[in-house]
């Protein structure tokens, strides 16, 4: 498949960089001028957009704040090693929650586009699924739904892909949120646990699934939906042995997956019912014997990857969401400084895929209302809610989609188990349908000028 190339205005599908998303090959014309696209709109958007600046020392800041933002911006001057992305996807960076320059984005995701296209073989082009006992159905790709994939992609693969477009020293790791209140028209102060502070134009608050921001926005936790799931990420340091297939396993109450990820790393999955998510595993060795166990007699290939997983690359996650019911849920930012992005605002269940392939969308969005946006805080305001407004609309469907598919392909009755494996995924499942909802169209993608 063809990579888009960096320099030119690419129309391009969010699903191209996304985990797990499919998409289409599909291209159209180059877009016109409007919608703040263009190198002149991003260069705008960049003299604009107060986000990512440094807080205005001087200006409506009082006078202990100034010094606290002195103090900070000391600091943070001293200069830092290029990001680090840890060694595996089961560890997370703790990045900082604050996002460079929204026009920025635009040109990350085009050149993360390209990077993750040569890295990722293209070719994910069937899918097979079966019960524990027995083959259900098998297709590829080019039957059902020409040009529809779903491209793995590493976690720690995007990560780095995303940082490498950075300046060195702009994401500033290891920064865990501690406290955060309003200052007025100066601006948000951030306090970080390491005791740096930092005075903020514009927050965005991409803080994941337990978000601290969103809990100061009033936004409820999420809540548990009675699944829970295992991850992990097998090695094959001589090449992994497998074909670019989609491989899914239903049993009764606990399914399973595996797919390439790379010519060296398979991923794999369990979502299994449990009342509650109980207590936290932190032993690797425990991790992975309960994974094993839940799908003990399960097809040998599924096992084998398991079993090529390194101690230390398995995760347990319980499965949660927030459904943005119109009416109940807090507004999605707060007097246009305060705005949120991906699972913090809108965390829905992994079963459509779609959680990160969201965030991504939501980056893509917000860059660009915020670009458009002039800095005082009533047309960041108005861009804020414009975001919210647009995201809402795919978002809450799709984060209810999702609770809804997990409920239906966690069932554990036997007679239901019995009608998905003889007539449901034999004769009425079809990928077209299937994938539909992957397919974002997040318009021309283009990349913001050269720094000077
Ligand atoms: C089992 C499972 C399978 C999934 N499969 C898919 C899939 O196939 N496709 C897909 O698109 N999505 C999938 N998802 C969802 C996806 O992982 C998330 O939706 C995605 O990671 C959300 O991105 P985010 O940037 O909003 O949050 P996160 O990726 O959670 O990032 C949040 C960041 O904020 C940092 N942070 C947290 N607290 C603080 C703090 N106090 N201060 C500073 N920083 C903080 C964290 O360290 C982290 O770096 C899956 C999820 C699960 C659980």
Redesign the pocket.
């Known amino acids: 498949m063809p990579a888009p190339r960096p320099r030119s205005g690419h129309r391009g599908r969010l699903g191209d960089a996304?985990?797990?998303?499919g998409h289409r090959h599909r291209r159209r014309g180059r877009r016109g001028a409007g919608h703040g696209g263009g190198a002149a709109a991003a260069r705008r958007g960049r003299r604009r957009a107060g986000a990512g600046r440094r807080p205005a020392r001087g200006r409506h800041v009082p006078d202990a704040v100034q010094e606290r933002v002195a103090r900070a911006g000391r600091h943070r001057r001293r200069r830092r090693a290029p990001p680090q992305v840890p060694p595996h996807p089961g560890v997370?960076?703790?990045?900082?929650?604050c996002v460079p320059l929204p026009a920025r984005c635009r040109s990350w995701i085009i050149l993360v586009c390209s990077e993750l296209h040569r890295e990722v073989p293209a070719g994910r082009r069937r899918m097979r699924m079966r019960s524990p006992g027995r083959d259900l159905r098998e297709f590829s790709f080019d039957e059902e739904a020409p040009g529809q994939e779903v491209r793995?992609v590493e976690?720690r693969a995007l990560l780095e892909t995303l940082a490498s477009k950075l300046p060195p020293g702009a994401i500033s790791f290891s920064?865990?949120?501690?406290s955060i209140s309003e200052q007025g028209r100066a601006g948000t102060l951030l306090e970080?646990?390491d005791g740096r502070q930092i005075l903020a134009k514009i927050v965005v608050g991409?803080?994941?699934?337990?978000?601290?921001?969103a809990r100061w926005m009033g936004f409820s936790e999420p809540r548990y939906v009675g699944h829970m799931?295992?991850?992990g990420l097998a090695e094959y340091a001589d090449g992994q042995p497998f074909e670019p297939k989609v491989n899914y396993i239903y049993g009764r109450g606990v399914r399973a997956g595996f797919v390439p990820v790379s010519a060296t790393k398979v991923y794999w999955?369990i979502?299994f019912n449990r009342q509650d998510p109980g207590p936290k595993i932190t032993d690797p060795t425990a991790l992975k014997t309960e994974a094993l166990e839940l799908v003990r007699g399960w097809p040998s290939d599924l096992l084998a990857v398991m079993r090529s997983t390194p101690e230390g690359a398995v995760?347990r996650?319980p499965?949660v969401d927030r459904w943005l019911w119109p009416g109940l849920a807090p507004a999605a930012s707060r007097g246009g400084r305060v705005v949120l992005?991906?699972?913090?605002?809108h965390?829905?269940?992994?079963n459509?895929?779609?959680?990160?392939?969201?965030?991504?969308e939501?980056a893509i969005v917000l860059a660009r209302r915020l670009a458009d946006a002039g800095a005082d805080g009533a047309q960041a305001a108005a861009a804020m809610r414009a975001y919210e407004a647009e995201r809402w609309a795919r978002v809450f469907p799709l984060t209810a989609r999702a609770g809804l598919v997990g409920a239906l392909v966690q069932w554990e009755n036997a007679a239901v188990c019995a009608a998905r494996d003889g007539v449901v995924i034999p004769r009425l499942v079809r990928l077209g349908p299937f994938l539909e909802h992957t397919n974002f169209e997040c318009d021309l993608l283009e990349p913001a000028p050269e720094s000077p």
């Not at 996304?18 to 998303?21: D, K, L």
């Not at 991409?206 to 921001?213: A, K, L």
């Not at 992005?341 to 605002?345: E, L």
């Open positions: 996304a985990v797990g998303a997370r960076p703790s990045s900082s929650c793995a976690r920064s865990k949120l501690k970080l646990e991409c803080d994941g699934v337990n978000s601290p921001i799931a295992f991850r999955f979502c995760v996650t499965l992005a991906g699972d913090a605002w965390p829905m269940t992994p459509l895929g779609q959680g990160a392939c969201c965030a991504l939501d």
